[in-house]
């Protein structure tokens, strides 16, 4: 199994930035497309973007251009930078990751999770 955990979340003013984390253990990391995902209440998890065990790269088109998926091998980090915020960003980021990916901007392609970062822009 695989095991996440999010960190990096927080409150920062429209046009701001963060970098979110997600720092990852467990059997056969390497091998697991990662992605992030946001959800609000009483909304579906959406995807964010994802990025395979060759590198590729899908961004959800609200944040193409402003957001940047990066995973460090050798560390065993997913990084989510997130430049030029706006309100609508707002949300809970949650870190996922599996193996056998069919849509990588399909939450229900996912079966690990890591608990969620909250992202507040005000």
């Known amino acids: 199994d695989v095991q996440l955990v999010e960190s990096g979340g927080g409150s920062v003013q429209a046009g701001g930035s963060l970098r979110l984390s997600c720092v990852t253990s467990?059997?056969?990391?390497?091998?697991?497309?990662m992605a992030w995902f946001r959800q609000t209440p009483g909304k579906e998890r959406e995807g964010v973007a994802s990025i395979n065990t060759d590198g590729t790269t899908t961004y959800a088109d609200s944040v193409k251009g402003r957001f940047t998926i990066s995973r460090d091998g050798a560390k065993n980090i997913i990084a989510l930078q997130m430049d030029s915020l706006k309100p609508e960003d707002t949300a809970m980021y949650y870190c996922?990751?599996?193996?056998?990916?069919?849509?990588?901007?399909?939450?229900?392609?996912?079966?690990?999770w890591g608990q969620g970062t909250q992202v507040t822009v005000s």
């Open positions: 467990g059997y056969g990391y390497s091998e697991y497309c």
């Open positions: 996922a990751a599996d193996r056998w990916i069919v849509d990588p901007m399909s939450a229900r392609d996912f079966a690990y």
